[in-house]
């Protein structure tokens, strides 16, 4: 038995650095599998984002186009108040005033249209309410 102890101990040092070799490629797989997935991840969630900043910039360029054909479509304001003729006052949250006058039989949507072009403000989230609180509008009403 003692003739063999060098061998032994040279066949457990063996055995030792086999289980290290092992343990050593199996976390570099791991951490090379790890690195490719964070990569993969990446590229999607970047892909993810331009896309969704192009869906954006095409929404944006809609609402553009859209406020400036509202703009354009809407009835020329009458020059003076007079029989028929009613101003409408609008007081926004972020406290800008705005003022215009219709013709008296003037559809609410047009109202929206001119909020939503004027004040850049999407006109299916407008509720106008008349001073006194007693009524409201949403767009859509008739």
């Known amino acids: 038995r003692k003739r ?3 061998q032994y101990a040279a ?3 063996e055995l030792r650095e ?3 070799f092992k343990e050593r490629s199996k976390g570099y797989t791991t951490s090379a599998k790890e690195d490719t997935q964070r990569e993969e991840d990446k ?3 970047e892909q993810k984002r331009l896309e969704e900043e192009r869906i954006q910039k095409e929404k944006e360029g809609a609402l553009k186009e859209r406020r400036k054909i509202l703009l354009e479509s809407l009835p020329e304001e009458p020059q003076s108040t007079g ?3 009613i101003t409408i006052a609008l007081r926004i949250e ?3 005033k705005g003022q215009r006058r219709f013709i008296h039989d003037t559809k609410i949507d047009v109202v929206f249209n001119w909020v939503d ?3 850049e403000i ?3 989230s407008i509720i106008l309410t008349t001073m006194n609180g007693r009524q409201s509008f949403s767009y859509g009403e008739d």
């Open 4 to 6: 063999h102890t060098k």
């Open 11 to 13: 066949m457990q040092h």
């Open 18 to 20: 086999i289980k290290l």
């Open 43 to 45: 590229l999607k969630e």
């Open 83 to 85: 029989e028929g003729i």
């Open 94 to 96: 972020d406290g800008r």
């Open 117 to 119: 072009a004027m004040f």
């Open 122 to 124: 999407e006109r299916e």
